[in-house]
């Protein structure tokens, strides 16, 4: 009778306290390192869902690749470890493959495209990640990829004796830039910069705001101003965690990551020029690409598309893709 009282009296105490001890806490990983444009808007909304939830939904964030990189997060999340992460286009391919339509090498050549065929394609691959066990809470983008090389690259053929950052697990694509000449060197993403220190590799395809933010221009100093392709992401939850989530509460985490998306795609956008020129400051070197020499890029990424499609992603996908992307640039040239 004792344990009994004294046990209904402890409920009634924490009842008084709130929510606290009854409180989702939400592990999410994130290769954004602290102080980062990505890291501050999720640290925003993190802070958003607690207050707005009364503290009934709070967040940890481990950034910078404590949790991993990409694969290892999607890894964690799969067996519970990690409940939520921030990805990139290889992350997400790693859950779905048909992520990978958005980011084919010279398909799309800029944002308003991006914004086009992604707003018309998210509720299919929204749906295709929820069935594999994920939902998909934002979309963000983390700017254009280049080539961030330690010697300059123009060419397609400057690029062949370089040893090139290829994520680990890209099986298809690394036999793709084989089959192309070229020399990939799989790694997990928080092994770049030691791998560029060491000349295990000595280039990599990212986006300027990552390459500032990770400091990995200051050991590959030559940039290529050419647009391989967007690096989209996401913010996406474990359904299991998803579940677990109290439905009152749940509409207000979904405008507040959706908030958090926009601002996403709002601040790399601008924050991906400025990048730029503030390497250039300390020592970075851009390349201009003629057109003729784009065409000559565009021509050999097309060369590589057989072994990725149907392999690494589904070919009416991509092709869907591509008559969204012609499709914004008939409407484009009618105005």
């Known amino acids: 009778m004792k344990r009994t009282i004294a046990a209904t009296l402890v409920l009634s105490f924490l009842s008084v306290l709130g929510t606290p001890a009854l409180a989702q806490t939400i592990k999410l990983g994130t290769l954004a390192p602290e102080g980062s444009p990505w890291y501050n808007i999720i640290r925003d ?10 503290g009934k939904v709070r967040v940890r964030i481990y950034p910078g690749g404590v949790a991993g990189d990409d694969p290892d997060m999607v890894r964690k999340m799969r067996i519970g470890q990690l409940h939520a992460a921030v990805l990139s286009g290889a992350g997400l391919s790693n859950i779905a493959q048909e992520t990978m339509a958005l980011q084919m090498p010279m398909m799309l050549a800029s944002y ?49 004796p370089m040893r090139l950052f290829v994520w680990s697990g890209d099986t298809a694509f690394v036999e793709a830039w084989k089959d192309a000449g070229y020399r990939p060197v799989p790694l997990a993403a928080t092994e770049i910069h030691t791998a560029l220190q060491s000349g295990l590799i000595n280039a990599l395809p990212t986006t300027p705001l990552a390459a500032l933010s990770f400091q990995w221009f200051g ?44 601002r996403i795609r709002g601040e790399t956008r601008k924050l991906g020029e ?12 851009v390349h201009h ?29 991509v092709a869907e893709v591509e008559r969204l992307r012609n499709e914004y640039r008939a409407s484009q040239i009618a105005k």
């Not at 802070?47 to 707005?52: F, L, Q």
């Not at 065929?117 to 069935?131: D, H, M, W």
């Not at 967007?230 to 009152?248: C, F, H, K, Q, Y």
């Open 274 to 285: 400025e990048a730029v020129e503030a390497m250039k400051k300390y020592g970075l070197v």
């Open 289 to 317: 690409v003629p057109p003729e020499v784009v065409a000559h890029w565009e021509k050999r990424a097309r060369a590589g598309y057989p072994k990725l499609l149907g392999k690494v992603v589904p070919a009416a996908l």
């Open 219 to 262: 050991l590959a100093k030559h940039m290529t101003d050419l647009k391989w392709a967007p690096l989209i992401g996401a913010t996406v939850i474990s359904t299991r965690m998803w579940r677990r989530i109290p439905d009152d509460v749940k509409p207000l985490l979904v405008e507040s990551a959706q908030k958090a998306g926009a």
């Open 45 to 54: 909304m993190a802070e958003a869902w607690k207050a707005g939830t009364g």
């Open 112 to 160: 308003e495209e991006l914004d086009y065929v992604r707003g018309r394609l998210a509720p299919k691959l929204e749906a295709i990640l929820e069935a594999k066990g994920f939902k998909v809470l934002n979309w963000g983008d983390a700017g254009w990829v280049h080539f961030f090389t330690q010697t300059p690259v123009v060419r397609p053929e400057d690029l062949r």
